[in-house]
């Protein structure tokens, strides 16, 4: 057998292998945990081993490795307040769709499912800010690059890394015309988990959920902490005393794949990378924004070309390899596989209200409630006054 059955729980959901199928015999389907993973019709399958050729996860594509690094914030600090970290990602974008060109990015739907979507106008681009902790639906969105770059516009394609590296396996060689930017990335919760958990929230608020947004900034900063809204609610906190979000921060809920992930090190697949300065507070106190600091990796002279065209909207300050990983565990090894990773998902497609309250939920302990009162920049003040 020469096709994409043989990859089994590594396969991490890009669909390239999908939409690389000359004779379209891979569909995605949900397995018993929400994830989606390709099944191949036997039947009209050929064996031309396509897939497995454009499979990210079997044939990892090539990395220089990191060029330069930065703790960065943008500018525009409304438009910084309201992504998750620095909001980097912003100028980025709109330098490609000042070009008449699309970005492609993470969105909520009108459902909340996170789907991969082309914005064209710098009025829908506030519909990719935001980190939404699940794995977003990525269904014919390759395609739909590839059909872009032939015709000649300019492209931003942005996800995790094995989103970005599944796009440059699906296109088998590099276009001049496109930028990719990946974001460093834990590990992703099932799309169905979260659809039910959205549910489940809207039951206890009494309204349905309108928004739930992982990174807000509106009550404590930048931080790891949600705000979740109905038409007539608002309410928001630590992520850690949300169960739903605690998982995702303990590695309980991933994808199989995610544990073993090829792309958790520096070999990165964009040509930028994105994550969160975390530490920023303790490294270079004055640098530290309550609007968040992004971690930018540039890894490639295409993203040198770019960053370097941004100078004047961005506020950056060296920064090391050895820092960013020491900061971001996922920049040297997968997460951790948890124990109680094997059972997790058990029930969770029964009685929902029972399941969290077994599965999910954490008492908050008191440390932890403490350590979440003080303000960032003030942990940061007090550890410089410790180290002198
Ligand atoms: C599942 C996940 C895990 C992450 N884990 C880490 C981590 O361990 N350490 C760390 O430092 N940073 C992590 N990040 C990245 C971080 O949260 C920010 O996304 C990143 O720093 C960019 O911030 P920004 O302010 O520049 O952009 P924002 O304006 O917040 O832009 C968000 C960008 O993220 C993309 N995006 C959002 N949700 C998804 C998704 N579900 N799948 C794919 N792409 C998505 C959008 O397309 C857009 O490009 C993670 C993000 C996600 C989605």
Known sequence: MNNISILGNDCCGC????????????????????????????????????????????????????????????????????????????????????????????????????????VEKEADLHKLQGSKYVQSDLSGIYSRVKSELKGGRNVLFSGTGCQVAGLRSFLGKDFDNLI?????????????????????????????????????????????????????????GSGFDDPYY?????????????????????????????????GIEYINPSFYSENGVSLVLVNTDKGKRLWKSLENCIESVDSTVEQAVQMNKNLSSPSHRPECRDTIYDGFDGDFDSYVMQKLYVKPSLKRKLKSLVPVSLKGRIKHMLKK
């Not at 090829?262 to 040509?271: L, P, S, T």
């Open 15 to 118: 669909t390239a292998c999908e939409q690389i199928c000359p004779k379209k015999c891979i569909t995605f389907k949900e397995n018993n945990e929400g994830f989606m993973y390709p099944v191949v019709d036997e039947s009209v399958c050929v064996n031309c081993g396509a897939c497995v050729k454009h499979c990210p996860v079997m044939t990892t594509p090539h990395s220089d490795g990191v060029q330069n690094v930065y703790a960065s914030k943008y500018c525009d600090t409304q438009k910084a307040k309201e992504s998750t970290s620095g909001g980097i990602f912003i100028p980025l974008a709109k330098s490609t769709l000042e070009k008449g060109g699309v970005v492609f990015g993470c969105a909520y739907d009108e459902n909340l499912v996170a789907r991969h979507i082309a």
């Open 180 to 236: 990719t930017v990946d974001i460093v990335c834990h590990g992703v919760p099932s799309p169905k988990l979260f659809e039910k958990y959205l549910c489940y929230l809207g039951n206890k608020l009494g309204e349905p959920v309108k928004s739930y947004n992982f990174r807000s900034k509106k009550r404590h900063g930048w931080g790891l902490f949600y705000e979740v809204e109905t038409d007539n609610i608002g309410k928001g």
């Open 246 to 278: 605690n998982a995702f921060l303990n590695c309980k809920t991933y994808r199989e794949g995610c544990y073993n992930c090829r792309f958790a090190n520096c070999d990165r697949q964009g040509d930028i990378t994105l994550a969160d300065f975390w």
